[in-house]
């Protein structure tokens, strides 16, 4: 009999995998983790991996086994993968009766000619494209509780898409106007794979732009927001700290509005989701507000005219957009409140 509660972690040494790790271990509802990576080195606990871990509670490191995972109790399983290996496992787990919490990117759109053209690989797991939810619980709580596979978002595309969202429902962007996104993220969101560009002298008292036009999260952006690719501009740098993703964005609107309005707007469409945190109009948060945290918090100007707004969103890279993220989806498939081990 598999047990929800009973969770298999796949890929824990990255910087993304150690941050569930952190939240996972102190989460009243789990009963177990269990840690899965291609080398254990003779280490039987994640604690000898990582020993700021240890009196956190137990973590089993086991060698990587879809037979081992299959053969438990377990019955989630998150993948804290490259997008080949979570295409390649994601539907083994299914099969075997796991639900699955992917944070890559292999299943975040729903067909595969999106992800083709913007991940430049072939979609062996195309079948299964249309039976994942995307993880934005702010947006799609009731499809991500019953899910089987959630897709967790990438970490620039929830920076944009929680503040656009409510504009493009409320039909206050003007078409034809261009939206721009300027987006600067802290290293750890390239990853922890070695690369002459991350090096400390190469990041250090610098600060860069890179992939624009093709970033790999500018097709969730577009779809969960409904613009068109033309009216998009989304640009991403890499800012010299570790985590943190500040998001400025500005939008030309339909109508004319007020700050309240604005303001009000926001606050009825996030009324009820604790993870996103709406500052007053003419205040603005900064990466320091949400380092560290699962939170969202979206702050905004408006012109004297009423026309022209900008958004600031910020939000950690390795929370809210990525594994603090993975905890508010696994919570809804537990039927738990949705913030528990996150506050």
């Not at 539907?91 to 083709?116: C, H, K, M, N, Q």
């Not at 610098?206 to 036009?213: E, G, I, K, S």
Request: charged share 20%.
């Amino acid at each position: 009999m598999r047990d929800p509660r009973n969770i298999a972690v796949i890929g824990v040494t990255g910087y993304t995998g150690f941050e569930l790790a952190t939240l996972l271990l102190h989460h009243a509802a789990v009963t177990q983790s269990t840690f899965y990576v291609r080398e254990t080195n003779g280490h039987q606990c994640l604690s000898q991996l990582f020993p700021q871990l240890r009196a956190r509670g137990e973590a089993p490191l086991r060698p990587l086994s879809l037979e081992a995972i299959t053969s438990s109790v377990a019955g989630t399983a998150f993948l804290a993968t490259p997008h080949e290996v979570s295409a390649e496992l994601a539907p083994r787990l299914l099969d075997a009766g796991l639900r699955v919490i992917d944070l890559s990117g292999a299943f975040r759109f729903s067909t595969p000619e999106t992800f083709t053209s913007w991940y430049k690989l072939p979609t062996p797991h195309a079948a299964r494209l249309g039976e994942a939810v995307y993880g934005l619980p702010e947006l799609y709580a009731d499809q991500i509780r019953g899910a089987k596979l959630v897709a967790n978002p990438g970490c620039y595309a929830t920076s944009v898409i929680l503040p656009l969202r409510p504009l493009a429902e409320a039909n206050l962007i003007a078409p034809l106007q261009n939206v721009i996104c300027d987006c600067k993220s802290g290293a750890t969101g390239a990853g922890k794979d070695p690369r002459r560009d991350l090096h400390f002298a190469e990041v250090d008292e610098n600060f860069r732009a890179y992939n624009l036009f093709s970033h790999r999260h500018t097709p969730e952006i577009l779809e969960h927001t409904g613009l068109p690719e033309s009216q998009v501009v989304f640009t991403t740098h890499l800012l010299p700290v570790a985590r943190g993703i500040l998001s400025t964005i500005y939008v030309s609107l339909a109508s004319k509005q007020t700050p309240e309005s604005i303001e009000q707007l926001y606050r009825q469409y996030y009324a009820a989701k604790r993870m996103v945190r709406i500052w007053p109009a003419g205040k603005l948060p900064e990466l320091q507000h949400v380092a560290n945290t699962n939170f969202s918090d979206i702050g905004f100007a408006l012109d004297a005219q009423g026309k022209r707004l900008i958004l600031v969103s910020c939000l950690d890279n390795l929370g809210k957009g990525a594994a603090g993220q993975a905890i508010q989806n696994l919570n809804l498939m537990l039927g738990i409140e949705e913030h528990t081990g996150l506050l």
